[in-house]
């Protein structure tokens, strides 16, 4: 390409700007100024050459897009054995026909691997339907592959694929057992946050509720006398259903309490005097009962009956001790006690106190 030559008087204002400066310098070395005039001449269209070309451009490097996010289920449990992925896509790469996403799964105990590949497609929402699970836990993970390479991994987002009925056991009381009460209060284990319904056909009570996250629960149902067929069902977070079907019988025994009192005959000569009751509770099976509340009432004549409420220990007993004060007269009075249980229900004892002279 021809060199362009610039106007005259363009060139001559830098070649005067220029000469200026140095003539002195090159005027001593050989006398070659006219030599360095014409170099000078030469760098200066160079110079001007360069002022006009026009830039070359440049290739733009390829960037690495960021990792996709894989939507987390709500319940990871399942017993499908294919689930739907629903992929959320970096908005830079929807429609862009070089970058496709990778799916990959790891199993227990083993590293990721590729499943699958497709197009990113037009929407920033991808759903990849039908991806086949193995029985136990499947982790997913997935990329974006361009032509600058492979993205990081998204999170992880887990699925389990459980198909076995959840087994219910470790039953108290045992099946077939004798329950002297108005309830059945059923322990036992299952499979953790199991949803629970049980049901007494004998009648139709029925309640809801949920294992805890080791698999523990408790129910309480309402019983009749005689027998009663109650049935068990837990539905696992998968949705599989296993059930179990118990028999307790509803006792006759009932709820006894037993008072006694350290004195039945006092002398008012020898008031004050001080007097000690106590209570007994046993259930229906003979068992001492803990924490039913007590109530004592004394009533002696002359004075204000007395009321106090007591607990009794895991003995099944409980005391009261008082002081039966001077100004008490002769006759007889009552000792006795109120016995509240919960389930077990209520029951009373009393006996006679008698004031002599």
Known sequence: MPRQRYPLFVRAVLLVAIVGLGAAVFTVATGGLGRVVAAIGTSVDGFLDGLSATPTPRATAAIIA???????????????PSVDLVVTLPAEVVGDPSTRLRLYLALPDQVPAPISEVSVGSSRRLVIPDVELTEGGNDFSATLVGPAGESEHSPLVTYVLDVAEPKIGSISPK???????????????TQGRSMLSARNEANNASVTGTAASDGSFTIVLPIEPGPNGITITATDPAGNVGSIVLSYKRGTGALKAV??????????KKLPVTLELAAFVTDPDGKPVANARVTFIITVPGIQPVTVERRTGADGRTTYRTRIPKGATTGQGQLSILVRAGALGETTDRTVITLVK
Do not use: Q
């Not at 960021?66 to 499908?80: K, L, Q, S, V, W």
């Not at 008072?259 to 008012?268: D, E, K, Q, W």
């Open 66 to 80: 960021d990792a996709p996010m894989i939507e987390r289920p709500a319940e990871p449990y399942t017993n499908t």
């Open 175 to 189: 099946n077939g057992a004798t329950i002297n009460g108005a309830t059945v209060s059923i322990k036992g284990k």
């Open 259 to 268: 008072l006694t009192a350290s004195a039945y005959s006092i002398s008012v």
